[in-house]
Each structure stands twice: as C-alpha cells, then as structure tokens.
C-alpha cells in the first residue's frame, strides 16, 4: 500500500515563483490536510478538506491555495513564493474524526 | 480554539529507563482525541498512540503509554525500557469529534543514551 505520497521530497524556489505540492493518497480517506513545520512550532496546519470539492483555511493559510476535484489528490499551491515559506510540509489523510492521520514523507522546501 | 503545550524542549534518557514526556491541552469540548507522534531524524511522521476523551482506560500500546489526567488535561506519554532507536522528536496532537482539525504541540526531542 502506497498510503499518502507526497511529491517532490525537494524543492529549492527563488523568491516570487510558483510551483505545486502534490499530494496523493490511495485509502480512500475523506479528510485531507497540509501543514508546515517550523523548529519550535510543531506542524501548524495550513488548508484541509472535508471531501472532494470542499476547503477550508487552518492557521496559516496566507500565501497558498488549495483545491480538491478528486478524493485522492489534494495539492498545495504556492503562488508567489517568499523565504517565509521555506519550511518543511507534511500532506496527511484520515478515514473519520475518530482516528490518526496518516502523514506523507514531507517536502522540504527551500526559498532563495 | 485547542491549544497543546509540551514544556519540554528536550530529554535525556539512559537505555532500558522509562521516561515521562508532559503533555497539557486545553478545550472547551467533551469530546475529543488525543494523539502521539513520533518523528525521527529521517523526518517521517509515526503514529504511536491514540486516547479518546471518554476511553476510561489509559491506551497502551507496546512499550507505549498515555497517562490520561481529564480533570487536569494531561496526556503524557510513557516510553518504557528506552532504545536507542526511541531518539526522535516527539509530538503531542489533539482533534475535538466535530472538527477535523489536528492540532499539535511544539514537540519534546527525546535523546537515548547507552
């Protein structure tokens, strides 16, 4: 089972360009998210998703856009990147309210 | 809005101890779970342990332990006969039964001596 991947491990931007955190799971999980971790901060969470065709905004959301047409994917817009946002992301799906998230490997994201 | 402090930065343990790593949430909700994770240097996330609100037992799991204080809303976990391979940061996370939220703690860096 491939659980949640994440795409690309990765990524070093210049300032001001966009680029997409791929996110994908194959458990057939309604509720999706994305957080950063920041040292010292644990993971704050960033946008997640009820099911497909519904977000919403966490704690952090300024700077990044989300979307969800399928069950299965949920990416991460980044629209005009800032060194700000150089952190490490984490993608995570659960089945219910009643259970653990199930994390991706991460992405670490460096912004120049 | 929940809220999850862990006041300990980092932790030295000798192998085969037990050590305590403190955990305090706060919450207006009656219903809610409480999650450990693990994170070692190689940076995947690792479920540990799941409490809900209304278990009356401690969950355990393995060498794992949540000490479940409600009135005092503690969840502290205990890691039992230490590894080396239990050197990791570890995280405390809570989610309320009407939202999906998670929302976690800044995390203790547990570090295992031989």
């Known amino acids: 089972n491939a659980g949640v991947t994440q795409t690309p491990k990765f990524q070093v931007l210049k300032t001001g360009q966009s680029m997409t955190l791929q996110c994908a799971q194959d458990?057939?999980?309604?509720?999706m998210s994305w957080y950063r971790q920041d040292p010292g901060m644990g993971l704050r969470l960033i946008h997640y998703s009820v099911g497909a065709g519904i977000t919403d905004q966490g704690e952090v959301p300024n700077g990044y856009n989300v979307s969800r047409s399928t069950t299965e994917d949920f990416p991460l817009r980044l629209l005009s990147a800032a060194p700000s946002q150089t952190s490490v992301y984490f993608c995570?799906?659960?089945?219910?309210?009643?259970?653990?998230?199930?994390f991706g490997q991460g992405t670490r994201l460096t912004v120049v | 809005a929940q809220k999850i402090t862990q006041t300990q930065p980092g932790m030295f343990v000798q192998e085969k101890e037990a050590v305590t790593l403190d955990c305090t949430y706060d919450?207006?909700?009656?219903?809610?779970?409480l999650f450990w994770y693990k994170q070692p240097s190689s940076g995947e996330m690792i479920f540990l342990i799941y409490q809900g609100s209304y278990d009356e037992q401690n969950a355990t799991e393995g060498r794992y332990s949540l000490n479940f204080q409600k009135a005092r809303k503690s969840a502290n976990l205990v890691i039992s006969a230490s590894q080396l391979g239990d050197s990791a940061m570890y995280f405390c996370a809570m989610k309320t039964h009407n939202d999906y939220k998670l929302s976690f703690g800044a995390g203790t860096t547990v570090t295992v001596r031989a």
């Open positions: 458990m057939n999980h309604e509720y």
């Open positions: 919450t207006s909700d009656q219903s809610y779970g």
């Open positions: 995570a799906s659960s089945p219910n309210l009643n259970t653990e998230a199930f």
